[in-house]
């Protein structure tokens, strides 16, 4: 009951009706005379019941129809409200001081529909006057960017775009440094030009907490400069510890490079773009087992060992990093139907001698540009370097596969195809058929 009562309120004005009532009942049951009512009301500690303006054109509006304002006037007097201003087309209302229910023109509204009946409103359609941006089909979004590393068991960390002086200069010291004028702290000083000084913070905090085995990646602004294009979002991750968590069914194998490069390049194959992985020099990575990333000669990114000069500066173990410039993988390829073929599909195999700084990429991008009209897949399955193959130059084996979707292709159709990149590759890096 007594939650009832404080839901629903007492009225501030039902005391006189209570006393008359009580008075009466006296007097019903054991008789005798009552005297008048001796009231004192401090009428400034009491509540305040609001003017609620209603207009015509407001309950047409909720209501979807119109009503007579004859008849509306007549509800508001029928339930006890105080009308103290009115025109045709508004009125004032003070609501009874039991009404709890009514303090805004809503609920005025409200009190209207229920009485002319919810089952007698009309049904309307619903019409939106809204500005419905279009999204091309070729864009990637960032959160289909974000859970593909979820996906791989990623997780996001978001870090503050201030790094230190000494982040800056140990990550990328030819970067241009742009200092806040009043930085939080000596160690926030310097609007970050990469993201990998935020993510090896993080490692480091999980490291002193026993955390080994880290996948971490975070999305956020890059500053060049301090205009609006010198700014650019990137997507970085970071990786170290165990492959696979500890088992009793496999031995335990640490990271490696390609495990972080098979990341990667889950991530552009979003886009269904060809990109191309070159070893290059990083002041923050270490000389043999760093690439970067390009498309189309542009580069997008960068991937490899942290420096053991870093490592043991920042006390840190073995780990690998990658970042991309997020715009140049959001753009995609539109997808479309391909009949499936019935057809046997057909392979070869060839093994060429070439240069040992020609990397396998370069010659699978290389088959590729030929666009040969059958050619559905080209895959690296060995590289040989030692006896019979003369110093500086390496063997590299390719597995060329073929099929067509009118016939099973013959043996003169496909000895003519792997002549054409034998012959490209030849003219193009000088390579020999093993």
Same mark, same amino acid.
């Given at each position: 009951?007594?939650?009832?009562?404080?839901?629903? /309120?007492?009225?501030?004005?039902?005391?006189?009706?209570?006393?008359?009532?009580?008075?009466?009942?006296?007097?019903?049951?054991?008789? /005798?005379?009552?005297?008048?009512?001796?009231?004192?009301?401090?009428?400034?500690?009491?509540?305040?019941?609001?003017?609620?303006?209603?207009?015509?054109? #407001?309950?047409?509006?909720?209501?979807?129809?119109?009503?007579?304002?004859?008849?509306?006037?007549?509800?508001?007097?029928f339930l006890g409200f105080n009308i103290t201003k009115k025109n045709n087309k508004s009125w004032a209302i003070i609501p009874p001081s039991?009404?709890?229910?009514?303090?805004?023109?809503?609920?005025l509204i409200e009190e209207l529909a229920r009485l002319y009946g919810y089952d007698k409103v009309p049904v309307q359609r619903l019409s939106?006057? &809204?500005?419905?941006? $279009?999204?091309?089909?070729? #864009?990637?979004? +960032?959160?289909?960017?974000?859970?593909?590393?979820?996906?791989?068991?990623? *997780?996001?960390?978001?870090?503050?775009?201030?790094?230190?002086?000494?982040?800056?200069?140990?990550?990328?010291?030819?970067? %241009?440094?742009?200092?806040?004028?009043?930085?939080?702290?000596?160690?926030?000083?310097?609007?970050?030009?990469?993201?990998?000084? @935020?993510?090896? $913070?993080?490692?480091?905090?999980?490291?002193?907490?026993?955390?080994?085995?880290?996948?971490?990646?975070?999305? @956020?602004?890059?500053? +060049?400069?301090?205009?609006?294009?010198?700014?650019?979002? %990137?997507?970085?991750?970071?990786?170290?510890?165990?492959?696979?968590?500890?088992?009793?069914?496999?031995? =335990?194998?640490?990271?490696?490079?390609?495990?972080?490069?098979?990341?990667?390049?889950?991530?552009?194959?979003?886009?269904?773009?060809?990109?191309?992985?070159?070893? $290059?020099?990083?002041?923050?990575?270490? &000389?043999?087992?760093? &690439?970067?990333?390009?498309?189309?000669? $542009?580069?997008?990114?960068?991937? /490899?060992?942290?420096?053991?000069?870093?490592?043991?500066?920042?006390?840190?173990?073995?780990?690998?990093?990658?970042?991309?410039?997020?715009?140049?993988?959001?753009?995609?390829?539109?997808?479309?139907?391909?009949?499936?073929?019935?057809?046997?599909?057909?392979?070869?195999?060839?093994?060429?001698?070439?240069?040992?700084?020609?990397?396998?990429?370069?010659?699978?991008?290389?088959?590729?540009?030929?666009?040969?009209?059958?050619?559905?897949?080209?895959?690296?399955?060995?590289?040989?370097?030692?006896?019979?193959?003369? %110093?500086?130059?390496?063997?590299?084996?390719?597995?060329?596969?073929?099929?067509?979707?009118?016939?099973?292709?013959?043996?003169?159709?496909?000895? *003519?195809?792997? =002549?054409?990149?034998?012959?490209?590759?030849?003219?193009?890096?000088?390579?020999?058929?093993?």
């Amino acid at each position: 009951e007594s939650s009832i009562r404080f839901e629903r /309120g007492v009225d501030f004005n039902i005391t006189h009706q209570a006393m008359e009532r009580a008075t009466e009942l006296v007097l019903d049951i054991c008789g /005798g005379k009552a005297s008048a009512i001796n009231e004192c009301i401090d009428s400034s500690t009491l509540p305040k019941l609001e003017t609620i303006l209603i207009t015509r054109e #407001k309950i047409s509006s909720v209501l979807g129809f119109d009503l007579d304002p004859s008849w509306i006037e007549s509800k508001f007097k029928f339930l006890g409200f105080n009308i103290t201003k009115k025109n045709n087309k508004s009125w004032a209302i003070i609501p009874p001081s039991f009404r709890f229910d009514i303090r805004i023109p809503a609920d005025l509204i409200e009190e209207l529909a229920r009485l002319y009946g919810y089952d007698k409103v009309p049904v309307q359609r619903l019409s939106v006057d &809204a500005n419905i941006s $279009q999204t091309s089909q070729s #864009k990637v979004s +960032s959160y289909g960017i974000s859970q593909a590393l979820v996906n791989r068991g990623y *997780q996001e960390v978001i870090t503050y775009s201030f790094i230190s002086n000494e982040y800056h200069d140990l990550i990328d010291p030819s970067a %241009k440094k742009i200092t806040l004028k009043n930085p939080i702290s000596d160690d926030m000083s310097i609007m970050r030009s990469s993201l990998w000084p @935020g993510l090896l $913070q993080t490692v480091e905090m999980n490291q002193r907490r026993g955390h080994h085995n880290a996948r971490f990646f975070e999305t @956020g602004l890059c500053f +060049s400069g301090i205009s609006v294009d010198d700014q650019r979002q %990137k997507i970085a991750g970071i990786v170290c510890g165990e492959r696979f968590e500890s088992q009793w069914g496999s031995p =335990e194998r640490e990271i490696d490079f390609f495990d972080a490069k098979s990341d990667v390049e889950s991530l552009l194959s979003l886009s269904g773009n060809n990109y191309l992985f070159e070893a $290059q020099e990083h002041p923050a990575l270490q &000389a043999g087992q760093a &690439a970067k990333i390009s498309r189309n000669g $542009q580069l997008i990114g960068w991937i /490899g060992a942290l420096s053991p000069h870093l490592q043991k500066k920042l006390s840190l173990p073995k780990l690998f990093l990658f970042e991309l410039n997020q715009s140049d993988i959001e753009q995609r390829k539109v997808s479309s139907y391909e009949s499936f073929s019935s057809f046997q599909a057909s392979q070869r195999d060839i093994a060429l001698v070439v240069a040992k700084d020609v990397n396998a990429d370069q010659l699978i991008h290389a088959i590729q540009s030929l666009d040969q009209e059958h050619l559905i897949e080209v895959n690296l399955f060995d590289v040989y370097e030692g006896e019979h193959i003369e %110093k500086g130059k390496k063997s590299v084996a390719l597995n060329l596969t073929y099929q067509s979707i009118e016939a099973t292709l013959t043996d003169d159709q496909l000895n *003519q195809q792997v =002549e054409d990149i034998i012959t490209h590759l030849e003219s193009k890096f000088s390579a020999k058929l093993r």
